[in-house]
C-alpha cells in the first residue's frame, strides 16, 4: 500500500537523516543496523508531490526503522531555506548557523550561478563558454556556482543570494513573474542603454524574444537565451497522400478534419484527460489576438473554448480523447494514424529519438501556428512561445568589477556562442546560422523567427488552480455538461 508523508515547514514526529561520504575502512563509532528503504513512500509539501535528489539526479527515498521514518536532513533543509554544513574533522553537522560566503569583489573575478551543471544537457556547452571568455580575457577567473533545478534547489539559492545582498554577477534564471524576487531586491542592471548603445551587438537579438522576457516589468532586467514554443504539427505525408490543404484558417481546418475522418485518419490528436492546454492556449490567441490573450478572462475566452468543443462533435479527435493519455495521444501522431498534434516544442525530441526500422519521423514532421478561427484577431503568424530563463547581472557587482559581468553576458549572447547551444537544444533569441539539425527542429525555429508576435502560455498569466479549472472542465463543455462561459466565470473566481 502507497503511503504518503504530509509536510509543512514544521516536520512533527519525522527524523531526519543526514548522509555524508563514508570511506570503507574508515573509523566509525557506533553500529550497523539494517533499515527499510521506503520506495513506496510518496512526500506531500504543502500538498504538492516532494521528490528529494542527489546531486547526481538519482532519487533518494526515506528510511524506516524502528517504526521511524527518517528523511534527507540537507534535501529537506535546503528547500526550506537553510544551510547546511558538514565538517568532516569533527564530524559536526551545522545547520542554519553558517554565515554565507560573501562573493569574490576582486576585479578580475566573476561568479556565475546558472542550473546549467550536473545531467543537464546544456552543461558541456556553458562550461566551453566559460572556458572561451577566458581565453579571449587573459588574467580573469569565473567561479561557476551553478546547482541542479530539480526540487527548487536552484530557486532557493538564487533567490537567497539576491534577498541577502550576496547575489553573482551573473545569474541565468527564471524570467516574468518568477523574477520578481530578484527585481524587487532592487540590486539588478537594466540592459534598456545597453541595448540602444551597443546596437553592433544588441542588432542581434530577436525584437519579439527582448520583449517576452521584458515582461511584466516596465525596464529590460534580463536577456533572453534559448526558448520554447507551441504549435501545430502535422504529418506531411498525410497531407501529401489525401492532397489536404495545410489548414490556415477555420474552413480550411474543416475541410481537413472531413477529409482525414473519411480516410480513416484521426484529424487531431489530442487527449482531454491530461493535457489539452495547447489546444486551448493556441485557441485563445486566435481568437482574441495579443490583447485577448494577454486579458485574463477575456471575453474571446468562451467563445474559443466552444470552437474545440465545435470540433469534438464534428469527431475531429480520437474516440477516446476524454480518457485517452497524452504519451497514447502522440503515439498517434508518431505512428501517422493522426493527421496533427497541438503540442509544445519539447515534443520534438521525442520525434527525433524514435527509431523504427530506420523511419525516420522527424523528417516526416512540420509545425505551424494555430489556424485562424472566424473573426479572429491574431496575426497569421502570431504564436505561443516563450523564454522561460534568461541572463541577468548583479548592478553593484558590475559597477564594483568596471562592467566585467556585463562584458561577459555580452560574450554569452553572441550569435557564435548561440549556435553551439542551439545544436543542443532549445530556440535561440539571438540570429545565428542555423546548425545542421533535423527537419522538424529547424521548421520549428523557423515558425519563431518568422513570428509577428511571441504570447506567453495562458497558464503563466493566471493562477495555476484558475488554468486548471478550465482545461479540467474541457471535457464537461464538449461534451455539454457544462458551458464555457461558466467555465471561464468559475475560474476567475480561483484568481485571486
Not at 529590460?220 to 502535422?234: A, H, K, M, N, R
Not at 479572429?376 to 564594483?400: H, Q, R, Y
Request: proline letters at 6%; hydrophobic letters at 40%; one cysteine or more.
Amino acid at each position: 500500500m502507497k503511503k504518503t508523508l504530509l509536510f509543512k515547514i514544521l516536520l512533527g514526529s519525522l527524523i531526519i537523516l543526514f548522509v555524508v561520504p563514508h570511506s570503507v575502512g574508515a573509523a566509525v563509532i557506533g553500529e550497523w543496523v539494517k533499515a527499510l528503504v521506503a520506495k513506496d513512500y510518496t512526500i506531500l509539501w504543502d500538498g504538492e508531490e516532494y521528490i528529494p535528489e542527489n546531486p547526481d539526479g538519482s532519487r533518494v527515498y526515506p528510511i524506516v526503522y524502528n517504526g521511524r521514518t527518517y528523511l534527507p536532513l540537507r534535501n529537506i533543509a535546503e528547500k526550506t531555506g537553510l544551510d547546511v554544513n558538514w565538517d568532516s574533522s569533527t564530524k559536526t553537522i551545522e545547520i542554519g548557523g553558517a554565515q554565507l560566503q560573501p562573493k569574490s569583489m576582486d576585479k578580475n573575478t566573476i561568479t556565475a550561478l546558472t542550473y546549467m551543471t550536473g545531467s543537464d544537457s546544456f552543461t558541456q556547452e556553458w562550461r566551453s563558454a566559460i572556458e572561451g571568455f577566458k581565453k579571449k580575457n587573459p588574467g580573469v577567473k569565473v567561479i561557476d556556482e551553478s546547482v541542479p533545478a530539480p526540487n527548487d534547489v536552484f530557486r532557493t539559492k538564487i533567490e537567497t543570494d539576491f534577498a541577502a545582498g550576496n547575489e553573482p554577477d551573473v545569474a541565468f534564471g527564471f524570467t516574468g513573474w518568477e523574477a520578481k524576487p530578484l527585481v524587487d531586491s532592487g540590486n539588478l542592471f537594466t540592459w534598456d542603454e545597453e541595448i540602444k548603445k551597443d546596437t553592433a551587438w544588441s542588432q542581434h537579438f530577436y525584437k519579439t524574444a527582448l520583449e517576452a522576457v521584458k515582461y511584466p516589468y516596465a525596464e529590460q532586467y534580463t536577456l533572453p537565451f534559448l526558448g520554447y514554443c507551441e504549435g501545430v504539427y502535422y504529418n506531411k505525408e498525410l497531407f501529401q497522400k489525401f492532397n489536404v490543404k495545410l489548414p490556415k484558417n477555420w474552413n480550411e481546418l474543416l475541410q481537413a478534419v472531413e477529409i482525414f475522418k473519411k480516410n480513416g485518419i484521426t484529424p487531431i490528436s489530442v487527449s482531454f484527460y491530461e493535457e489539452p492546454h495547447y489546444l486551448i492556449e493556441t485557441f485563445i490567441l486566435s481568437l482574441g489576438g495579443r490583447e485577448g490573450h494577454a486579458n485574463p478572462f477575456d471575453s474571446s475566452w468562451a467563445p474559443a473554448l466552444n470552437y474545440i468543443k465545435e470540433l469534438y462533435e464534428k469527431g475531429a479527435f480520437p474516440k477516446d480523447a476524454l480518457t485517452i493519455k497524452s504519451i497514447a495521444a502522440n503515439q498517434l501522431f508518431i505512428d501517422q494514424k493522426a493527421a496533427m498534434l497541438f503540442q509544445g516544442s519539447w515534443q520534438n525530441g521525442a520525434f527525433e529519438g524514435y527509431n523504427d526500422e530506420d523511419v525516420n519521423i522527424s523528417d516526416k514532421v512540420g509545425i505551424m501556428p494555430a489556424p485562424l478561427l472566424p473573426n479572429g484577431k491574431a496575426d497569421p503568424t502570431d504564436i505561443i512561445a516563450g523564454f522561460g530563463s534568461g541572463w541577468f547581472v548583479s548592478k553593484p557587482k558590475n559597477e564594483a568589477k568596471d562592467g566585467l559581468p556585463v562584458r561577459f553576458v555580452k560574450y554569452l549572447t553572441t550569435p557564435e556562442i548561440m549556435k553551439k547551444f542551439v545544436t543542443i537544444g532549445g530556440i535561440p533569441a539571438i540570429k545565428c546560422d542555423i546548425p545542421e539539425v533535423s527537419a522538424s527542429r529547424k521548421s520549428i525555429i523557423e515558425m519563431v523567427m518568422n513570428a509577428n508576435s511571441i504570447n506567453i502560455p495562458s497558464d503563466n498569466m493566471i493562477e495555476s488552480q484558475a488554468f486548471k479549472k478550465i482545461w479540467k472542465s474541457l471535457p464537461y463543455i464538449v461534451t455539454g455538461k457544462t458551458t464555457a462561459e461558466q467555465v471561464i466565470k468559475e475560474a476567475k473566481a480561483l484568481n485571486y
